[in-house]
Structure formats: C-alpha cells, structure tokens
C-alpha cells in the first residue's frame, strides 16, 4: 500500500526574493522578444507572447523549452516572478539547462465599438480540460518559436509552467499530451470546478500514471469560494498524485492567492523540476 498522505503544516510568510531571483553582474543576459498572436485555434483571439534566449543557447544544439502561461506576468523583470533573471542565474550556473521560455498571454476578442472593452478569453482557453489548448501550443505557438529556434522535441526536455488557472492548465496540457510535455510547474492551481478542474483527484487515481513531473506550489490562505477550496484542492492533487507513485513536489505556505510564494520559490521549483 502506498504511504499514507501527510498534510503539511504550511511554511510561514513573509516570502523574500533570494539572489537568485536578483541581477547578477557576472551572469550572461538572455534577451526577451515580445510579438502579437492571431490564433486559429481560438478564433478571433489577438494575444501577445514574449520568447526569452538565454545567452548560451547555439543552434548546434537543440534547447530546452518550458511555456508560461499569463506570460507577461512571467516575463516582467520587476514583478514577483522574475523569469528572465532566474533562468539567466540558474543557467549560468548549471543548475537547469539550457532553455528558451515561451511566455504567452491570454488570448482576447478586441472590442466591438470604441465604447467596449476587450473580452478575456482567458477562463475557456485555462480552465477547460479539452485539449484545444495543448492543440494550440503545438501547431501554433511552438512551431513560430521553432522556426527560429532549434528546440528540443524529447517530452523530458519540455516543461509547462502556470498560476491559478494557468496551472490547472499547465496540468491539462501535460495530461492530455505527455509525449509532449513531461514536466509542469503549477502555482496556486485551480484545480476547482470553474469548468470541470475538480474531477483531476479522482481521475489521477483511476488512471494509469504518466510520465510526468510535477512541482505544486499552494497556499493555506488561498481561496474559498463556490467553485470549491484551492487549498484543499491542491492538498487532494498532491495527495492522489502520492498515491499513485508520481515524481512530484508539494510547497504549501500560507499564502493566499497570488504569486508572492512561488515567485519566491521559483529558482528552488525548477531546480528541483529540472534535475
């Protein structure tokens, strides 16, 4: 029998950035470029996506690659995830490999008449547990970097990364594709009924295991609402993913709903993910 799941008490807060989430001046820069989407997977969507390089990276050999969802969230340099400067320490010294971030926004419909806002298409595109979205990863979004880019195909060598939604995206992705994605990292995922999330416990359990990895980081503090309890539903993830001998992680703070913990853990999780 496998070993019985054990809730974790939470790891208290304040959560710091460490100098691996800092600039460093003897680390190589990687460059980030930004462009604009049109999907036709998701059609009418406009999004905007950015592909961080890292300085090592030749095209004599093919390159790592993870995708980031709610990608300029990722990418921003001052916010609490930091990408760019964590992917350039821990490259730099050796602790991942060489690897080119993908980080693409949701996608949107842009306003109908000059007094309308954009429509979000974000809730469909993350939270549904079709794979419209791994279809649209992989016919649109990683093919534009690849042709630029030589990227890696191995599912070992591919990580997805995601918060709220995005997470429970980043699993769906890895789930429905693990001979395209064998690693996810996932940040106080919703794993809740938004549209479904919540059935992932129990379908873990009466699934075979796939080969994937996965780092989850959660809070005690996070939310509880009617689409369920993301603390809770992130313990039952961790616990059923135990259960059926998957290579996974549990962070659980006290944090509440927001990026704070794991931007301040993000150069541990993909140490850990990319071992």
Known sequence: MPERFVIPTPIPGPYAHGPLSQRQADVP???????????TIFPGTHREYFV??????????????MVFQDGGGYANETGDMRVPIVFDNLIHQGKMPVTIALMINPGYFPPVAPDKQPVSNRSFEYDTLSDQYVRFLLEEMIPAVAGKYRLANDPSCRAICGASSGGICSWTVAWQRPDAFGKVLSHVGSFADIRGGHVYPTLLRKTPPKPIRCFLQAGSMDL???????????????????????DYKLVFGDGAHDYKHGGAILPESLIWLWR
């Open 224 to 246: 509880e609402v009617g689409w369920g309890s993301w603390p809770l539903a992130n313990l039952e993830m961790a616990a059923s993913m135990q259960f059926m001998g998957y």
């Open 29 to 39: 820069r990687g460059t980030v470029t930004s462009a604009q989407w049109l999907s």
């Open 52 to 65: 961080y390089v890292p300085a090592q990276y030749t095209p004599d050999k093919p390159a790592n690659l």
